[in-house]
C-alpha cells in the first residue's frame, strides 16, 4: 500500500537550516506531483510547496518563499524540503502528501527556538 515516512525534523534556532525527508513506496513515485504541508500548535494544516512528478516545476506559500526549496529524487522514490533561514513562526509538524491517493505521512516536528 502506499507509505509516506518523514524524517529530518528537530529543534533549531533561529537563523538555521533543516532538511527533512519524505520515503515513498508502494506506488510508482515517478508519475506522482507531491507537497509538502504543515500544522502549528492551535492552526489548520496548510500547503508549504508543491512539486510535479518530473521536479519540473514548484509552487511555494509566500511565508517559505526564498527559505525553503522542494526538490525529489525518482530513483530513491524520495521527497525533500530544504529549510534555510528558519524563524520561529515555521515551528510546526510538517507532513508529506500524495495528492492522488489521499495518504499523509506521520509528520515530523520542526521547531525553531532560541
Known amino acids: 500500500q502506499v507509505q509516506l515516512v518523514e524524517s529530518g525534523g528537530g529543534l533549531v534556532q533561529p537563523g538555521g537550516s533543516l532538511r527533512l525527508s519524505c520515503a515513498a513506496s508502494g506506488f510508482t513515485f515517478s508519475s506522482y506531483g507531491m507537497s509538502w504541508y504543515r500544522q502549528a500548535p492551535g492552526n489548520g494544516r496548510e500547503l508549504v510547496a508543491g512539486i510535479t512528478n518530473s521536479g519540473g516545476s514548484t509552487n511555494y506559500a509566500d511565508s517559505v518563499k526564498g527559505r525553503f526549496t522542494i526538490s525529489r529524487d525518482n530513483v530513491k522514490k524520495t521527497l525533500y524540503l530544504q529549510m534555510d533561514n528558519l524563524k520561529p513562526e515555521d515551528t510546526a509538524v510538517y507532513y508529506c502528501?500524495?495528492?492522488?491517493?489521499?495518504?499523509w505521512g506521520q509528520g515530523t516536528l520542526v521547531t525553531v527556538s532560541s
Open positions: 502528501y500524495a495528492r492522488y491517493f489521499g495518504v
